[in-house]
């Protein structure tokens, strides 16, 4: 079993930042992508941002230059620092991240945390 936990969320002003980070815990024998994606009510989850094992990154549009995201492999964790954040980035946050939880899976298999909600007033 695989777990991912998010945290850092929260309720910011408009041009505030947040950091928000994602901790995989359970039966890990390796991890892939891990990314960020993110749901406004009415809307479909969309890609925030995913980064690779070796660290080849990519962004939404609508993010890059204000988001960062970054990881620690040793400690199976991703974070998403944002900056200068706008109403429009209000959403439930969701971490990703494709798992092999042993060496006998010849797959990663594809795991979500929870979700954070982000809340960014005007």
């Known amino acids: 079993q695989v777990h991912l936990v998010e945290s850092g969320g929260g309720l910011v002003q408009a041009g505030g930042s947040l950091r928000l980070s994602c901790g995989a815990s359970?039966?890990?024998?390796?991890?892939?992508?891990m990314g960020w994606y993110r749901q406004a009510p009415g809307r479909q989850r969309e890609l925030v941002a995913t980064?690779?094992?070796?660290?080849?990154?990519s962004y939404a549009d609508s993010v890059k230059g204000r988001f960062t995201i970054s990881r620690d492999n040793a400690k199976n964790t991703v974070y998403l620092q944002m900056s200068s954040l706008k109403p429009e980035d209000t959403a439930v946050y969701y971490c990703?991240?494709?798992?092999?939880?042993?060496?006998?899976?010849?797959?990663?298999?594809?795991?979500w945390g929870q979700g954070t909600q982000v809340t960014v007033s005007s």
């Open positions: 980064i690779t094992s070796r660290g080849i990154i």
């Open positions: 359970g039966s890990i024998f390796s991890i892939n992508a």
């Open positions: 990703n991240a494709g798992v092999r939880p042993t060496s006998s899976y010849t797959y990663y298999a594809n795991y």
